[in-house]
Structures are given as structure tokens and as C-alpha cells.
């Protein structure tokens, strides 16, 4: 692989060069903003211009549907992956504006909610790193989820207008453009005994895809990531409205198409434009399969292979269940475009299709109600509905409970179509996210299924990008950590392992402790920035960044809080190891619960920040509008990674990963990837605290927790912390707590924060113990958490996809 610019005087005259041709002007004319555009233009070329058509036609394909892709900035990793970040660097410093502020200047797209979205871009960067065919397909949202402000406490949303000054990174394709019909009625067609079904009077709407160059580590694969964007079949709209000065008449079809790819659906989003969502996710499955199709026809069917050989070049993932179309549609495009036969159809869309479920909270299992998929999407709803039918027809009698058996698996059942038991009656694999997961969903969430065809199941633990999220995250560590071991680790991240060696050494302790300094030091100066808090850097940074949920429980850190902050009032010679507590994450629009959380920390900072008795032990941050960008800077600074949610709630984790390797120690639940974190750091190395899965579980089962019996038995500690959530002790802000309050004692605790409560205080008082006692320990610590991180890194999970599930191996050596 050529690299893509020889030296640093070829990288300037090639900047300047696109400053010139593509924005018109002299860099020297340009402010940081269009620098930045010019230089992220510059390397999306030479992305584009890699764009692997170096490729047999004959190797196996994997697509990525998701309709989530939290991508992140890209030009940092961008540089990184083709090795010009040095050279490009030095070439910025000597134009003018140095790297780091261009890449302030890129946008952060919010193409998704969470972990699930961030994990689609982890396979993305990994997929091309292992020298996979390994495409995205998703959704070109006009507006990303909300960004969030904070204002008297409360989160705040307003819209993220990300496209506003244009995304250099995408190429839009419009000859690429296909068609995706919604409504109209489906017409039976007979002739010498064979009969076939058209779809009649549909409403068209054009699919346009943009895409976005994915570059591997190394450069030499370069992969994309398709997103779709909705628009009007054809322009011919009702100029006699518009004449007679009907404008927002002549133009509502635009805007009712257009409406499709507007928004991106908050998790937790409740009922609010459900049909919009199915649409959504009807729109991006059948634009991507007809793109797969018609790239097949032209590569295989044309040079003599049949429908058959399909699953040999193809492989469609689906991210959770938002792509869960992709069986019915795949055979309707099969059977009534190109004459397959129905059961092939059937048989070739499972050997294509594999399934990944990413979540056991009953709310987020999507059901659609039959009436709705019928009207939407008639002839892929009739498949549904055969499928279903045959499923039926050849369930095994030979079981006791067979009738209970079925009623949990079939695909229709109660007026509604239940997507999860559809995408695993369409998947020839099944997957959970972390060991722990993968059983709960074998013997609760799918039991029924596993029963059946255990075959079907198996576990891929979730990884995360070790290139951005400790290469680009953490510069100095990184530094550090390649002048120890060699910068084979970006290729291979098992090498940190090689890190072991340098636990105990003074002087690797020391630059470690210095690394995680300098990060602290630039995230306070974002956090004073961006949310008006003063932290002192030589305090424990104690992080739990992560979506707002009830199970995940940030209040339960909340109440900790709160206790030391009693405990320090009560007692004047108590003093706690110097933490600063930073949260950060968004709650849905619609979470009223998860919101309220929020303002709880707000308020809870607003009087811990603001009381000269606690302050320089305690302080509280939230850092508003969470998002990838800003959690590089949050990972990168964290001492303590905080992974508290109940046991048997979080199917997985990844800021879990994200924090280890940067050298935080875990203070979590034995629940998720925390599990397989605790196997392989060893016990000395995190603290877990809490109830298991298993005793949660009987717990539940005997209804042996009453709530109100801990708020009795322990008033001036446990019973305190509850009062203060109403008794004005925390308003001065903007009120009190009440409804979290009921949470807690009129729903008796569903999600356990009070049970765990004196185990996870008694934990996190000995683990900042353990870091004042002796820090040496803790770098050891902190250094043996990276070391064994490796496993962690999603081009280890992206390989276990390829060779268990995909059949698919890259082409990239691992020297
Ligand atoms: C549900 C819904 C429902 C309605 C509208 C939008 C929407 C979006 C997403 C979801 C399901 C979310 C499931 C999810 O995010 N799971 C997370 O997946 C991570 C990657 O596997 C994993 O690390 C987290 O533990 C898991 O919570």
C-alpha cells in the first residue's frame, strides 16, 4: 500500500490544492472551519480513491443492517488508520491552524441512541481492519437525536441540525437510487398452473443512498457505510396549487416522504409515530436488499451461478430486531421479481440472514400490530403470513406443552407480529452480546427457541474500537504504551498484554500516572467549558457515562453521593479519598423517570458544588449532550468506571471495555461483560459489588423485597437519603423528587437500588481507600486493566462473526 501522501511538503501542496478546487479559496483566505472541511475533503478523496475494487469478484460480502450508526468524528481516526496523523500534524502546525482544533470543528453525527449504534461503528472500523468485504446499510437522518442542553437542572432537547454546513465525508449516489413502494393491494395472477402475486397501486417513493467511506487500520481496505434518504418518486407536483398560492398544499408530498427520514426514533421513544418507525424500518431493509440483488445479478447470476449460490457471496446481519423485514422481503423480491421458488426463497433467506438481539427489557422487544403491517406492506405481510402459517403446520406435536410452546414462538399471535420470533425463525444464527446475556437469553428471553434448536444459538461478546477509543482517545498513554511494546497493538490489540511486563516497573507507573494527568487535565477544562464546574485534577475522577435508564441505575450512584455527602456533615472527621463524580448520557424524550434522574444529579451537584463544608472532597459534574466526541475525552480522564446496573438487566456494556482499557478500575455488578472483565482481570483488579443474576431472580420470584422494610430498619441512613428527595433539602434548584420518590416506595424498588445499596457504598469506600493507601498498587492496577483489554477489541468480535456466522475471513495479515 502506497501511503497516501510521501512527506509533509506532498501533504500541504495537496491540501492547498483541494482549498483551492474545492471551497475556492487560498487557505490563508479560509477560517478553521473550512480548513478543517478542506482537509476532511482531502482525505475522504483519498478514501474514495482506495474505495476497494481491488476485490475478487468471487469473495463473500457481509452486510451490516442497522438502523443505528453512531460513527463519530472520523478525520482523527481517518489519519490515524492511514499512518499520516504525525506527518499530517506537523504539516497543520506549519500552514497555521494546528490538528486539534480542525478536528474540533467536525461535527459528531447522532445517527443513533447508544451502545447499539456505537457497537455498528465498532464493527465497521474493525470489519475493514480485518480486510473484510464488511458494508454498512442504514439511515441518512436529517436531523440526529437531540442534542441535549441542560437548564435548571433539567435536560433539555433541541434539534441536531448536523447537516447544516454540509458532511464532507458522504458521496451522495442518486444513480444508485431504487424504488420502495408502501400501501396499494396485492393481485393474484394465474397462467398454466403457475401463479404469482403483483402489488397494485402503491404508493412510490425514491430511495437515495449517500455513502461514507470506512477505512481500515493500514489503509489498505477501504469499506462503506450505505445510508438511505427518502424523497419523492417523481417532482410532478400540483402546480395549480402552487399557482393559486397553495404552496404548503403543492408540496405536502414532499414533505410526507421526506418525513421518513427526518427523525431518528429515541430508544424509549413510546408510542409516538410507530407507523413512521415501521416505515423507517421497511424503508432502508428493502433499499439495501435490492442494492444486494442487483449487485448479484450483475457479479453472479449474468456469469452462470444461480439464486442458490446466494449465502455463498452474501451475508445479511441484523442489528437487533429493526431490520427483522429482511427475511419477508428478501423472499418477496426473490419469489415475485426473479421467480424463486417460494420454499427455496425461504430456505436461501435463512442461510443469508443471521440475527444479533442486544437487549432483555420486555418494552424494547418490538411487536407491530398485524392490521398496520397488513395495510403498510400487503405482500411482504402475506409472507409473514405464510411463513407463519408453515410454522405452525410442521410445529412438533410430540411435546407435553407443544401448545405453549408455539404460542411463544410463532410469529403472529394476539393481533400483533412479534419481530424477535420472526427474525430467528428467518436467522440461521442467533446471538447474544456477552457470555451472561447469551444464557439469559437461552434459558429466559428465547427459552422456547433454544428448546428447539439450541443449534441455532451462540454468544459473541461485544468489543469496541481499540484504535479510536485508546489510540485516538488517549494520545500520551498511547504514546507510551508503543514506546513499550511497539505499535504492533493498533494492528493487534492482544499485544497490550504485553503490558503485564511493565505493571510493576516505577518508572512505567509513573508516566502511566502522568498520561492520565494530562487527560484529566483537558477534561476538566471541557467540563468547566461546557458546564460551568471548577475540578481539581487531583481528584479521583469516579465516571458513569451511558444512557439514562432505570435499570442502569444512576440513581443508586446519585444516592451514594448523598451519603457521603450526609456522612461528611455528620461527622467532621470523616474524610473521603478526594472524587470528583462525572455523569453524563441522555434520557428519551418520553422517559419521565430517567429525566427526572437527571435533574436529581443536577441539583444534587448544585449542593455539594456550592457547600464550602464538602467541596474540596466532593464535587459533581454532568457533562451535558453525551456523544462520541466528548466521550473520548470522558474515557480517557476516568479513574473508577462505574458499570452498576442491576445483575441480569445490561445485556452487555461496552463503556465497560471502553474505560478498561484506558486504565480505570471497574466498580461494578456482576452483570454483562463485567463478568467476563472480572475472569479476566482477576478479582484484585475490580471491585464487584450487588446481588448475582441468580439471586435477582429468586428475589422476584418469592417477592421476598419490600422496599419500605429497608427505609424502617435504617431511618437515619437509608430512610434519610429517601426524605431528602422530598423534603426540600435538594428544590433550590428547581424542586423536589417526588415521582422518584414513588419510584422507590410506591413501586417497592423494582430496580433494586436500595438492596444493593450498602454493598455498592461499602465497595466503592474500599476502593477509594485502596487508591489513597497506595497509588503505586492502583498504576499497577490501572496498567494490568489495559494489559488484558485486548480481548475487549471488536476486531477480536469481528472475527469470531466472520468465522462462526459469516463464514467470512479477511484478507488482512496479523503480523
Ligand atoms: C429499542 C428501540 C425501541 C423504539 C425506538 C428506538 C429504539 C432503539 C433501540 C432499541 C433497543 C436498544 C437495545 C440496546 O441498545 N441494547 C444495548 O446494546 C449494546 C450493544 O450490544 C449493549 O452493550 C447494551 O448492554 C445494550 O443495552
Redo the contacts with the bound molecule.
Sequence with gaps: MQPIFTDKQDFIRQYRSVCHYTLGKHYEDMGDTERYMALATLIANKANEVKTDNRGANRKAVYYFSLEFLIGPLLDNYLLNFGVRDLVEEGCADLGTPLDKLIEKEVDPGLG????GR?AACFLDSMAAEGMDGYGNGMRYRYGLFRQEIEGGRQVEKTDNWLAKGYPWETRKPESAVTVTFGGHVERHEENGRFWFTLEGAEKIRAVPYDVPIVGYSGTTVNHLRLWSAEPYNEDFDLEAFNRGDYADAMKFRSDIEAITTIL?????GEHGRIL?LKQEYLFVSAGLQTILRDYIRKHIRKGDTWEDLPKYVAIHTN?THPALCGPELMRLLVDEQGVDFDLAFKIARQTISYTN??VMPE?LEKWSINTLRELLPRTYMIIEEIDRRYREGFPHNYDNWYEMLRDTAILWDGQARMANLSVIFSHSVNG?SALHTNIIENSVLKTFYELKPELFNNKT?GVSHRRFLGNANPPYARLITSAIGVGWLRDANQLEGLTAYENDASFQEEFAASKQWCKERLSAYIEKTSGVQLDTNMIFDVQVKRFHAYKRQLLNAFKILDIYNRMLDDPNYKPEPTAFIFSGKAAQSYTFAKEVIRLINSIADVVNNDKRVNEYIKVAFVPNFAVSNAQLIYSAADISEQISWAGS?????SNMKLQMNGAITLGTYD?ANVEICDLVGNDNIKIFGLRTEEVDELRRNHSYWAWDLYNADRGRIGRLIDMLTDGSLARLSGNFESVRDGLMVNNDHDLVLKDFYSYAQAWAELTDSYRADRAAWNRSAIHNTAKSGYFSSDRTIREYGEDIWQISGSASRD
Design positions: 441512541n447508544g451502545g447499539l457497537l426514533y429515541p430508544n424509549d421513544a418507525r437487533d442486544h437487549t424494547a452480546v461485544n445490561e445485556a452487555s456494556g461496552t454483562g
